[in-house]
């Protein structure tokens, strides 16, 4: 089921969509604003650990004029066993407009959406499933630095099972012309990776790739026998970006991270800010980004004033489902 005023999967996006939310953060990045016709007011319901997506998400709503109402899944009802179902309905019928959510269990958002609340639902993070603000910060950053995307090379490495930021970039990559490789131990490779690119050794991406995009080992999901069993130092050896294997990357290459970052695993503690990183940018996109995200919600419930700031070209980047 897909709502205009809900932003769930990347799935929902058409090429030109995902291309006029990136041109619409650029124009937020380079100074746009909006004008709200009323107190708008957000809620980041996040239940598992966050750092940049939910200090990003609230710079976001604070920077379009939003009001944040506080939330704290630790002292929140549910730990008196409140559904995630009714926390939404309260949240919505006290008067929060969009509810931003991030949630251990794959799809958590399918019965709320199917319930038809008049909150809207920003997805920041569902299980091991979609990481779509994430995904179109990727995008930003790409986009900033090569203009196109048909005929890149990009590279995706290290815990993909689990990953959902690898699997919305996949999807997303594919679909705008870009050639996508896969890295990591084999066991975290799957037919449906496979389905979008090949594995390869990191001997065989680091000289190949536009784009090398690393990701954190997700010890949170694995299971006890895995991550005992796990040597750091075997895993950068084998599977991270060490600095003698950076001396092969292309010239052009960019290097990309969701982050946190494991410093001296799946990257050398030397490369995080190195010249081709573009780690810390994807922080600062990530920000503009959510601001393109949110203000499509906000326009499909009618809530910004047609007299709002569309600088730098925006007019055009408007999106309209």
């Not at 709200?36 to 379009?64: C, D, G, Q």
């Not at 730098?312 to 980047?317: L, P, Q, R, Y």
Request: hydrophobic residues 40%; contains cysteine; aromatic residues 8%.
């Amino acid at each position: 089921m897909i709502r205009k005023h809900d932003f769930v999967t990347v799935a929902d996006l058409s090429n030109d969509q995902v291309l006029e939310l990136v041109q619409r953060a650029e124009a937020f990045k380079h100074g746009a604003s909006i004008q709200l016709k009323r107190p708008v007011y957000a809620i980041n319901l996040f239940f598992e650990n966050s750092t940049r997506t939910h200090t990003s998400f609230e710079m976001a709503e604070r920077k379009l004029g939003m009001q944040v109402l506080n939330f704290e899944a630790q002292t929140s009802s549910i730990q008196k066993g409140e559904t995630l179902y009714d926390t939404v309905k309260t949240v919505s019928s006290i008067g929060a407009d969009i509810a931003v959510i991030r949630h251990p269990k794959d799809a958590y958002y399918q019965p709320l959406l199917q319930a038809n609340l008049p909150i809207s639902i920003a997805n920041a993070g569902d299980g091991a499933g979609q990481h779509p603000s994430q995904c179109l910060l990727d995008m930003m950053t790409i986009y900033e630095e090569f203009h196109h995307f048909a005929g890149l090379k990009v590279a995706i490495v290290g815990d993909l099972l689990h990953s959902r930021v690898a699997k919305s970039n996949m999807m997303l990559l594919k679909d705008l012309g870009a050639e996508v490789v896969f890295g990591g131990p084999d066991a975290w490779y799957s037919d449906e990776f496979a389905a979008y690119g090949p594995h390869l050794s990191m001997g065989e991406i680091v000289d190949q790739v536009d784009v090398l995009m690393l990701l954190r080992v997700q010890h949170e999901r694995l299971n006890q026998t895995d991550n005992q069993s796990f040597s750091q130092a075997d895993y950068h050896k084998k599977y991270g970006l060490t600095l003698e294997r950076a001396t092969h990357l292309q010239k052009q290459a960019i290097i990309m991270h969701p982050a946190p970052v494991n410093r001296g695993v799946e990257i050398a503690s030397e490369l995080v800010e190195c010249p081709q990183s573009r780690i810390f940018q994807q922080m600062t996109n990530g920000v503009f980004t959510r601001m393109a995200i949110l203000e499509t919600l906000l326009r499909a419930k009618n809530l910004i004033q047609p007299t709002s700031n569309l600088s730098a070209g925006a007019d055009k980047h408007v999106i309209n489902y």
